[in-house]
C-alpha cells in the first residue's frame, strides 16, 4: 500500500512562491488560474501487513508529527492498494 501525502500553506499563510508562479503564468498570457498554492509531496510506502484502519492512523500521525508544520501547513492524503 501507498500513501500519497500533500501539504500545503494555510489559506491564512502568505505563499510568496505561489504567488510568483501565479504572476509569472499571468506574464506568460496562461488564462484561467484563479490562484497558485505551492506545496510538498510525500510518498510513503507502506507494510503490506498494515490494514487500511492502522494504515490510515499511521499516515495521519506522520503527516501531523513529522511532514507538517501545524501551525501554518495542513495536509490532505489518499491511500492506494498495491499493483
Known amino acids: 500500500m501507498k500513501a500519497h501525502v500533500y501539504v500545503t500553506l494555510k489559506r491564512t499563510v502568505l505563499d510568496p512562491q505561489g504567488q510568483t508562479i501565479h504572476n ?3 506574464k506568460m498570457q496562461y488564462q484561467g488560474i484563479q490562484d497558485v498554492r505551492q506545496g510538498k509531496y510525500f510518498v510513503l510506502d507502506l507494510d503490506g ?4 484502519g492502522t494504515a ?3 499516515v495521519e500521525r506522520i503527516a501531523r ?3 507538517t508544520n501545524p501551525v501554518i501547513e495542513e495536509f490532505s492524503y489518499r491511500l492506494e ?3
Do not use: H, P, Q
Not at 501487513?49 to 487500511?52: C, G, P, R
Open 24 to 26: 509569472a503564468l499571468k
Open 49 to 52: 501487513s498494515l490494514d487500511a
Open 56 to 58: 490510515k492512523a499511521e
Open 65 to 67: 508529527e513529522v511532514l
Open 81 to 83: 492498494e498495491a499493483r
